[in-house]
């Protein structure tokens, strides 16, 4: 929910704004509307115009993704000066486990957790909402590194600088089918057996977002073409933790 003047837009319905802001006092509606609406016209019988309402949703969204990644006990990482990343943990999956993916035609699997340069590496996503041209979820890959403490996970490192050489060594051997394949199994382990990941706004409303990203086709491509088989990302020696010469080049997690 978002206070407004002396009151909440919210997508609570009235009975469940007063059940749990009952200490605070009795609410009346005053105006509602469909989503889509609130981002085209505001609520102009209570002086929210649309640029406003659209960054009312986009802030109420971005706080539900959180809660809802929170309540799923991904690990959660800040970034600097950024919307935070929900990682995968000991919860989702084992380190050095391949997840499955994929619906149509053959499976496939990619690993979301494994140990490099004596560090856990966990992949993550950093969701960001929008309503241009359409609602979506922009996602955002992630990747943090933690202590090994007996084979298993420690605490997430949190020297930043840290952080960043871990990435820009251990991942940069990483290309978009290693990528793809990443964000593929997360979303598979987000939305199990579903086609849909769905995402609580209220206790009777959810934000049902399509588990498949969206297909596009490029005009343009790049000259090396894409002969990598399925399985040969896990053969990549900074992924097995192999040594990887470092660069002055950061690779984007």
Request: net charge negative.
């Amino acid at each position: 929910m978002k206070q407004h003047n002396r009151g909440v837009v919210t997508f609570l319905s009235l009975e469940e704004i007063n059940d749990q802001l009952s200490h605070i006092g009795r609410f009346e509606e005053k105006a509602k509307c469909g989503t889509m609406d609130f981002t085209k016209v505001g609520m102009p019988e209570i002086g929210i115009a649309p640029k406003e309402a659209t960054n009312h949703l986009v802030e109420m969204l971005s706080v539900a993704w959180e809660n809802y990644a929170r309540n799923a006990r991904l690990i959660q990482y800040d970034f600097s000066g950024k919307k935070p990343g929900f990682h995968i943990g000991d919860e989702q999956t084992q380190i050095g486990k391949k997840v499955s993916w994929g619906r149509q035609g053959d499976r496939r699997s990619s690993m979301l957790r494994n140990i490099a340069k004596g560090k856990v590496w966990s992949f993550g996503i950093t969701a960001m909402p929008s309503v241009w041209p359409f609602p979506h979820l922009k996602l955002k890959s992630r990747v943090i590194f933690s202590d090994v403490v007996n084979d298993v996970a420690g605490s997430v490192i949190q020297n930043t600088d840290q952080q960043f050489r871990l990435r820009r060594s251990v991942c940069k051997g990483w290309r978009n089918k290693q990528w793809h394949g990443r964000l593929m199994a997360y979303l598979e382990i987000l939305s199990g057996d579903s086609a849909w990941i769905y995402i609580p706004l209220s206790p009777s409303f959810n934000l049902r977002c399509d588990a498949q990203p969206l297909l596009f086709t490029s005009p343009v491509t790049t000259q090396l073409a894409n002969e990598l088989s399925d399985d040969d990302e896990e053969t990549d020696p900074a992924l097995m933790g192999g040594f990887v010469e470092d660069t002055d080049e950061e690779s984007e997690s």
